[in-house]
Every structure is written in structure tokens, then in C-alpha cells.
T-cell receptor, first 111, second 114 residues
Framework: GQQLNQSPQSMFIQEGEDVSMNCTSS?????WLWYKQDPGEGPVLLIA?????ELTSNGRLTAQFGITRKDSFLNISASIPSDVGIYFC???????????FGTGTRLKVLA | DAGVTQSPTHLIKTRGQQVTLRCSPK?????VSWYQQALGQGPQFIFQ???????QRGNFPDRFSGHQFPNYSSELNVNALLLGDSALYLC?????????????FGEGSWLTVV
């Protein structure tokens, strides 16, 4: 099935470091969503973006809706051990009721 | 505020059998979408229900069917199970008739086909 490109695929970082990840598409999207998924659980919504250029924060997390509407970025500042998990982006194509998800970024934090 | 609830959480079925998964949407939501998540992959859209009608379907065979009830809860049925149907099945709820609304997921139902 169709999936968006997420980068990086996985990363190890030290506690306290900042993290950046992105999601790119060949298509234009109207909405971008970012989720975190822990093992054995459903994805939990982190941030929702509805407009090109929009920058939204949720605590230590900041996400941006790319100007071209084909990409989105998520930053985590001062990472902590509980940030470990898989982060997914999801984009909503115009004229549909579905979301297309990224391949995921697996984050591992070293204490 | 009740979130999205799904049942059962885990189940094991044999090839060729049929399975029914259930979902109650988040309080106040009226739209339910179902996604399949294979191990190591992102969720894939199966279909969405609004006002008891399927209004969009993803690239899944007719063996996958669903239903939405007047109280907005929903069922996902899969017939003639294949080994490849083993996955986490996620229900997502949202509010309203418009597309692009934020969706909230339940914990999922883990289906293993043996």
C-alpha cells in the first residue's frame, strides 16, 4: 500500500539531545498529523497541522506544515527516555476521507 | 471523556475462518475509520463509515466488510482469513462530515491467523 517517506528510519540519541525528523510526499496534502506509537499500543496523536506554513508546539514537540504542502517536520527538544517509540506522520489528500501514513521513525534514547 | 475502545484486544484464528472486530468511537464522534497495520509498517486505510454508510474504501478485497450502527459504533468483518491478514487492526474516530478532520485511534485488535 501507499506510504509516505519518513526520515530517518531510526535513530539513537543521547538523553537531552534535540531530535528532528521529516516526512515527504509526491502529492499535496491538506492536513498533516503526527503520532507516537509504543509497542503493542495504538498510535497517540501528538500534533495536528491544517495550513501550509503552520508551526505548532505541544510541550517539547514542535511540528511544521511545509510551504509546498508536500512535507512536514517534527522536532523534539531535550529528549528524555520516555520519548522512545515509533513516530508516524500522516497526510490527508484532498478529495478523500483517508490518511496516508509514513513508514515511521524509530527513536531510541540512551540515558 | 471516553476514548476510542476496541474489542477484542487479541485473538487467534485459523485460515479460512471469519472474524468480527468491534469499535466504539470517542465520545461525541460520529465517524469511524478502520486501518490495518502490519508488523513494521504504518497503518493502511481499509474504509470509513459515516451515517451508517461506507463512504470510502481503500485497496482491500471484498473479504473485508464493515458496518456502522445508529450509536456510531462499528464492526469490521474479515471472511476467509489468510495468513497475510495477521496484523494490528486499528479503529479511528473523528467528528463530522468533512474530510481531513483529526482522527484518534484506539488501542487496536491484534489478529493472528494460523
Amino acid at each position: 500500500g501507499q506510504q509516505l517517506n519518513q526520515s530517518p528510519q531510526s535513530m539513537f540519541i543521547q538523553e537531552g539531545e534535540d531530535v528532528s525528523m521529516n516526512c515527504t510526499s509526491s502529492s499535496i496534502f491538506n492536513t498533516w498529523l503526527w503520532y507516537k506509537q509504543d509497542p503493542g499500543e495504538g498510535p497517540v496523536l501528538l500534533i495536528a497541522l491544517y495550513k501550509a506554513g503552520e508551526l505548532t508546539s505541544n510541550g517539547r514537540l514542535t511540528a511544521q506544515f511545509g510551504i509546498t504542502r508536500k512535507d512536514s517536520f517534527l522536532n523534539i527538544s531535550a529528549s528524555i527516555p520516555s520519548d522512545v517509540g515509533i513516530y508516524f506522520c500522516a497526510g490527508h489528500p484532498s478529495g478523500t476521507y483517508k490518511y496516508i501514513f509514513g513508514t515511521g521513525t524509530r527513536l531510541k534514547v540512551l540515558a | 471523556d471516553a476514548g476510542v475502545t476496541q474489542s477484542p484486544t487479541h485473538l487467534i484464528k485459523t485460515r479460512g475462518q471469519q472474524v468480527t472486530l468491534r469499535c466504539s468511537p470517542k465520545s461525541g464522534h460520529d465517524t469511524v475509520s478502520w486501518y490495518q497495520q502490519a508488523l513494521g509498517q504504518g497503518p493502511q486505510f481499509i474504509f470509513q463509515y459515516y451515517e451508517e454508510e461506507e463512504r470510502q474504501r481503500g485497496n482491500f478485497p471484498d473479504r473485508f466488510s464493515g458496518h456502522q450502527f445508529p450509536n456510531y459504533s462499528s464492526e469490521l468483518n474479515v471472511n476467509a482469513l489468510l495468513l497475510g491478514d495477521s496484523a494490528l487492526y486499528l479503529c479511528a474516530s473523528s467528528l463530522g462530515q468533512f474530510s481531513g478532520n483529526t482522527i484518534y485511534f484506539g488501542e487496536g485488535s491484534w489478529l493472528t491467523v494460523v
